[in-house]
């Protein structure tokens, strides 16, 4: 099959605003997607490549921001090769790997992620910060929130190591439609996931752990209500900034009384575990 690849010049775009930029990619018959520093990667069938694809484009509010290129590409069995070159991710005891994976490697936690999306597929620096915390976490939470759950790989992994009851949240439709899909991949029985922001929940419900993989905004504007949902003596994991924007978070997240317990890094991205205590 012949396919095109658009270059889209995300350098200046957070996580969450890929994220978001994927997303919008996908309603519109984009299949596969690969991220870089300066640059997202996008594919799409030559037959799906019209004049009203551009147009689409053009028209989104989000799309019509960014500047892109297109290379027209070889005709080759696309989706082989790049099977062939997406490799799982082996790191500590985990291993996250895509259904046609065969890995043999024996791990405690084998993670089966339908790889959709960038992220949440275990090679973006976050999401091993993420789970490299929870890991070395010395407690076992009963109740867990996954505020931006995306692929849901970190709900995934929390029922895996803890057995725990964990409700996922994304606004994103595409998101949390993948979650579900990678929850039955895993076979996991304990994980809700609700197509909601966090506001949306009332403070009936407290928390032993939340976890957010988002963007610096979000977090600092909803750390209020992420601090109310947590049990006193909760832990709170944080990722998906970058170091310029510790200090600022960080901030926010202790006049609210919480404490920082640890801090992790990778390639100037942080990951914060906080303590409601």
């Known amino acids: 099959m012949k396919f095109l690849e658009f270059l889209f010049k995300t350098k200046s775009c957070s996580l969450s605003e890929i994220e978001i930029i994927i997303s919008q990619l996908y309603v519109l018959d984009f299949d596969s997607f690969e991220e870089t520093n300066k ?127 964990i409700l996922a949240l994304d606004i994103d439709e595409w998101a949390y439609t993948n979650s579900i899909e990678n929850i039955k991949y895993n076979s996991c029985k304990r994980i809700e996931v609700a197509n909601s922001d966090i506001d949306m929940l009332n403070f009936d419900n407290h928390f032993d752990l939340i976890l957010a993989n988002i963007n610096t905004n979000t977090l600092i504007k909803s750390m209020a209500k992420i601090k109310k949902l947590l049990q006193q003596e909760g832990w709170l994991i944080i990722s998906g900034f970058y170091f310029q924007d510790f200090e600022k978070i960080n901030n926010k997240t202790t006049r609210l009384g919480l404490s920082i317990i640890n801090k992790f890094e990778n390639n100037d991205w942080q990951c914060i575990v906080y303590r409601n205590s």
């Open 39 to 165: 640059v997202l990667k996008a594919y799409i069938s030559f037959d799906k490549y019209n004049d009203h694809l551009i147009k689409k484009i053009n028209e989104n509010d989000i799309l019509k921001k960014i500047s892109f290129n297109i290379n027209n590409l070889e005709n080759k069995n696309w989706n082989n090769i790049w099977e062939s070159n997406y490799e799982p991710v082996i790191f500590d005891d985990i291993i996250i790997r895509a259904p046609f994976h065969k890995v043999d490697k024996k791990s405690n936690f084998d993670i089966v992620i339908n790889p959709k999306m960038s992220f949440g597929t275990g090679h973006h620096e976050t999401t091993r910060l993420m789970l490299k915390s929870m890991s070395k976490l010395k407690v076992s939470p009963n109740k867990i929130l996954d505020f931006g759950c995306g692929s849901g790989v970190l709900s995934i992994f929390s029922e895996k190591k803890w057995n725990a009851n």
